[in-house]
């Protein structure tokens, strides 16, 4: 066994354990600290695919951005034991039911994806993800969906002002 | 290799933070008292929960960073293909840069910047 | 490209004179000039007078059918603020920012009208969304907006997660974002498992934007709560967007991958569903405003024969339907926005004290209705002769001519609460303005009614 599969296995692990804790986390407080390692540990997974970019968005704009906002509305809600709503039994059975088939699905295609069979990721190779080729393509061939998005950040940031700012 | 070097430095990194509280906690004497955990020297004990209420303006805040955030990303590989790419690749993120400019100072002039 | 570029260059403008401009009325003129400005540029598009020449590497193709639209949607939008504009500026301090968002969503509305790839539908689905969860939420004061707001956006979001899911399965399994599946190496070696699973994603998320059944829940809730006068923005320019989209996609790849899949089944039980729930449920609403919420997801069961037979016919017909649609449902929100009381009793003896008001919403209700001299009635025509042309599932169309029938009930019971209903049928001040606009609205119902082909000329020439 190599390193990288090592190292694989290992960041496979520690992602779905922790993905695993964010759920059973009483305190949603903790939860959020145990979904910063779910982010780590896939940015670890994009370090070995070799897409250096997509690890360092993650931890910049998930690890770190996006948690603040979700610290922030826990903080904003004032979460705490007393005022955690109980949930329905039959409500979660069929979240577990939908969910669970929904899994089944994702499984049996993969399963029988004929094509896929063999193929795994291709783990420390191919250059697809380096930052130079990736700004090439989004400064060339991804152009127009690059400057859309710039209206996308716009209405998000008046959307913001309005729903956010105090009359 | 780039990435051995990498897994050395990451395994340094956690021997030498975990090694610290692992040496402390062997060798130092602990004490049970209660008040050791209560925040030193901050005058009136905590009575309540510390995690308090925030306000919700903080939150226009930190909604802005993020889409600014998120424009800085896109200034990454810019800056590292900018030269190959040329002329373009300037017109390109003027471009982006104006339009989300025109955000920041429309933010600005509505006041949603000033502190409540 | 006009209609894209300028649109997001108008938000900006909106945006601006929002800081500048304290009267609510210039801005609505203001929005309305624009308005004009885009549908002439997009109607110059159409022939051929390009402003800025934009590489767009494939990822979108101006076709006649998706610029045709881009006019239909900005012209719904014009009359929406012509006749609605005053109720626009009541709902909340930041009118300017309103009318930016609603250019914003004209953005992408003209975006997932000529896509060509999967990147750009969803760039467009999500500039034609964020707006709509903060128009949703724009009554700040109001619980209940802010209710429909957030379920809206946390059911809109996790849809938008699926769509994405979908597209990384199909860019896994064929390596390209085109919707285009000619020159593909993934046909020759037969179709991919993978790229199933990402079109029945993408069919999920596609049913939960125009609110077919059983992804329909959030429709109820978000079309009540809303301010009255973005619920109708919501409910027909966009609602008629997101069909397009739909149609497109599964016009490029419907075909290919039926041998594997019978997608044909699939979208008739989407369709029967959606029609059963939508038409059963408006039945025993006694606020006017569900009662139109339900009667959308009716009527999305009909939108859903364009995907379902996916002809010729079928894409005159969803044109022809969203323009249709779109025109009466924005003259049914327009009258009930004006009145006091937004129940069917609220509605009593209104032929008394408005007749203006009564006819032109009677003539919209009949075209909802499909009733024939009305634009409605071709619309639904068009459809079920695109279901006749395919030569499957030919029960539907009885199916769907007795849910019509169920349409019929409630909408009349509208019309019976003007007509025949004694009452004070108590509105706000009615501008003559005001009339004048629903009248002109009326007539060009019933001119469509009477002539279909002048908007489905536009489609060849």
Partial sequence: MSITVVLFWFLTALALLSAIMVLLSKNPVHSVLWLIVVFFAISGHYILLNAQFLAIVNLIVYAGAIMVLFLFVIMLMNLNAETEPQKNTWLKLAGAISGGSLLLILVSVIRSATDMTGRTAQVGEGNIGLISNLGKALFSEYVVPFEISSVLFLSAMVGAVVIGKKD | MGSVSLIILTIAAIVFSAGGILVSKIFVKGSKNPRKGQPYECGIPTETSPWKQFHVGYYLFALLFLIFDVEIIFLYPWAVVVKKVGMMALVEISIFLFILFMGFLYAHKEGALKWM | ?461
């Fill in chain 3, 1 to 461: 490209m006009n209609a894209i570029i300028l649109s997001a260059i108008l938000g900006v403008i909106m945006m601006f004179s929002g800081i500048w401009v304290n009267n609510k009325a210039t801005l609505r003129w203001i929005a309305l000039a624009g308005l004009l400005v885009l549908l002439i540029s997009n109607i110059a598009e159409m022939y051929g007078y390009r402003i800025w020449n934009v590489n767009v590497h494939n990822m979108l193709y101006f076709d006649r059918f998706g610029l045709l639209f881009n006019s239909v949607a900005i012209g719904s939008t014009f009359i929406f603020v012509a006749l609605s504009g005053s109720d626009i500026n009541r709902v909340g301090k930041y009118a300017a920012e309103y009318y930016t968002l609603i250019f914003f969503v004209l953005t992408g509305i003209t975006i997932i009208s000529v896509y060509t790839s999967l990147l750009m539908l969803f760039l467009g689905i999500e500039i034609m969304s964020i707006p709509l969860y903060i128009l949703t939420g724009s009554d700040k004061r109001n619980l209940k907006s802010n209710e429909a707001s957030l379920k809206y956006f946390l059911m809109g979001a996790f849809s938008t997660g699926l769509m994405l899911m979908g597209i990384t399965l199909i860019y896994g399994a064929t390596g390209s974002f085109s919707i285009e599946v000619l020159n593909n190496p993934a046909i020759a070696q037969g179709v991919s498992f993978l790229e199933i699973t990402g079109m029945l994603f993408l069919l999920v998320s596609m049913a939960f934007k125009v609110s077919a059944a059983p992804f329909h829940f959030w429709t109820p809730d978000v079309y009540d709560g809303a301010p009255g006068v973005f619920t109708s923005f919501m409910a027909t320019v966009v609602k008629a967007a997101a069909f397009i989209a739909f149609v497109k996609l599964f016009d490029a790849r419907m075909s290919y991958s039926s041998a594997v899949v019978d997608w044909k089944m699939l979208l008739c039980i989407l369709i029967i569903a959606t029609l059963l729930i939508g038409n059963i449920t408006a039945v025993f609403q006694q606020s006017v405003k569900r009662m139109l919420a339900y009667s959308s997801i009716a009527q999305a069961g009909f939108m859903l024969f364009a995907v379902f037979s996916m002809n010729e016919m079928a894409k005159e017909g969803i044109i022809f339907y969203a323009v249709s649609y779109s025109l009466a449902t924005i003259g049914v929100f327009a009258v009930l926005l004006k009145m006091k009381d937004f129940t069917f009793e609220g509605y009593n003896g209104l032929a008394k004290s408005q007749p203006v008001l009564a006819f032109a919403n009677t003539v919209f209700l009949l075209s909802l209705a499909g009733i024939p001299l009305t634009a409605g009635f071709f619309a639904k025509y068009f459809m079920l002769a695109s279901v006749i042309q395919t030569g499957h599932y030919l029960w539907m169309v009885i199916v769907a001519v007795l849910f019509a029938a169920v349409s019929v009930y409630y909408y009349f019971r509208v019309i019976q609460a003007m007509y025949f209903k004694t009452g004070e049928g108590e509105t706000e001040n009615i501008h003559p303005g005001f009339k004048t606009g629903l009248i002109i609205l009326t007539v060009i119902i019933i001119l469509l009614g009477v002539a279909p082909n002048l908007i489905i000329n536009f489609l060849y020439f």
